[in-house]
């Protein structure tokens, strides 16, 4: 064979090893996802590509056959190709068996080093960089190649699923998305700067709808507005005008005894008809409302379901002694997914000074404290749901002013308490060589 067909031929296997490499990366890096769209926009390609990928194993030995079939034949060609004429060069230059030998190595190299960059490292960059419209372009001509094939694809697939199964190895591919997965395409894609930091934000928080408690986002029993049965009218008009809310709890006698609740739109009405308020009466009036009661190991995706059941948007939180711990509406677990987005600076809890600490209310849920201050992981996660919670379960009683926490190279100090409540809590980052595992 002359040299000129030889290195045709060897043009040829790169450019065979160049496609089995871009069928072969391509098919691994392409997103389900994105295929899953432009299959759905009629793109029959993109269809067949995420039938290969549920099943790959016939298309995987096809690639692997190509590949080595290609490597086989171009260090056979090659050799034969150049090392005769490296050989009559090196000649020149020194003896025949050096120059044999010499020859031979120059030979190998050459080849060698054109394959690795034109059959393996830039087709594997272009599959990578451009996976789906590769995945597509390949798939047709692959098809071909699986049917021709595919009496060797079988045998070479019995034998590795026999392999696999005297292994206990998987034979099918997993292809379940799971929430870790959403949520680290979401950081990919707040890094790739497709989305911004408050979306992938809200994605985060409506995975935790799952796992953060009622508590986490409810009014708190001593921040309840209420009104109880036996009020006076002028009582009433006095506490809805200092502080206003759209719902008010309705009790007998204490916040315990919880008989229903009214709207703040009905109570306008009345004053606005010049009719008497009078909440004894108010049940033929249709004035109170029957409350929904839930207890308070319930979770917000929990709590949610139980407003679409009833349809209502006001429930009473109460614990397992059937005392109300606190009061949760629609807009308080809305507020919870949608984050800064819809809350207003009066309402933050988390405040990150310019020295780099955080000043922090007590009954932050834990959730927000990690986020804010980057901790990965707390110590007896579960028995607590706030901040107090957490520094009453590390110290093993009631915090106190001055009382602090040292964990994860940071240091909680309780700043305020006001009746046995944890107000106000500094949070500060001690330098790594100082800071102690925990404490």
């Known amino acids: 064979m ?12 790169v450019a065979t090893s160049a496609f089995f490499s871009i ?22 390609r993109a269809e067949a590509v995420l039938q290969v990928q549920s099943h790959p194993g016939h298309y995987v030995a096809v690639v692997q056959i190509g590949l080595n079939a290609v490597a086989i034949l171009g260090g056979i060609v090659g050799e034969g190709a150049l090392t005769p004429h490296f ?17 031979f190595v120059v030979s190998f190299l050459c080849i060698t080093s054109f394959f690795i960059l034109f059959a393996d490292l830039c087709p594997k960059r272009l599959g990578m960089n451009q996976p789906e419209q590769m995945a597509m372009r390949v798939i047709g001509p692959m098809q071909v190649c699986m049917t021709v094939l595919k009496p060797v694809v079988w045998v070479f697939n019995s034998l590795v699923n026999s392999v696999f199964s005297l292994l206990g190895l998987p034979v099918q591919r997993d292809d379940s998305v799971t929430t870790d ?3 680290a395409m979401a950081a990919a894609g707040t890094e790739a700067g497709v989305l911004g930091h408050q979306g992938q934000q809200v994605i985060s928080n409506v995975f935790e709808l799952e796992t953060r408690t009622v508590e986490s986002a409810m009014t708190s029993r001593e921040r309840i507005v209420y009104l109880l049965q ?20 309705v009790c007998d006698e204490n916040i315990d005894e919880v008989v229903g609740y009214v ?10 008809n010049n009719e008497p308020i009078d909440l004894r009466a108010s049940h033929s009036h249709g004035l109170l409302k029957k409350v929904l009661m839930v207890p308070d190991r319930l979770t917000l995706s929990e709590v949610l379901l139980q407003f679409r059941q009833v349809h209502e ?4 939180i109460v614990n397992e002694y059937s005392l109300v711990v606190g009061v949760i509406t629609l807009n308080d677990v809305m507020s919870t997914v949608m984050g800064d987005l819809v809350k207003s600076h009066d309402e933050e809890q988390i405040v990150k000074r310019d020295d780099g600490s955080w000043l922090i209310d007590g009954v932050t849920p834990i959730v927000d404290v990690m986020r804010a201050c980057d901790i990965d992981e707390l110590p007896h996660r579960g028995q607590y749901d706030t901040l107090a919670g957490f520094l009453m379960v590390m110290l093993r009683r009631i915090p106190r002013r001055t009382d602090t926490v040292t964990l994860a190279g940071l240091r909680f100090e309780v700043l305020d308490v006001d009746s046995y409540k944890i107000d106000q809590v500094m949070v500060t980052r001690i330098p790594p060589a100082t800071a102690p595992a925990t404490a």
């Open 23 to 44: 069928a072969e990366i391509s098919m691994a890096a392409a997103r389900r996802l994105k295929l899953r769209q432009l299959a759905d926009e009629g793109d029959g």
């Open 230 to 249: 036996d009020d006076s009218e002028e009582t009433i008009r006095t506490r809805i005008a200092a502080e206003p809310h759209s719902t008010y709890l």
């Open 313 to 316: 948007d006001f429930a009473v």
């Open 2 to 13: 002359s040299l000129t067909a030889s290195l045709l031929v060897i043009l040829l296997l």
């Open 181 to 183: 997965d959403i949520m």
């Open 263 to 272: 709207d703040a739109t009905d109570l306008f009405q009345l004053v606005l």
């Open 87 to 103: 050989e009559a060069l090196f000649g020149l230059l020194m003896s025949a068996p050096a120059a044999a030998t010499t020859g």
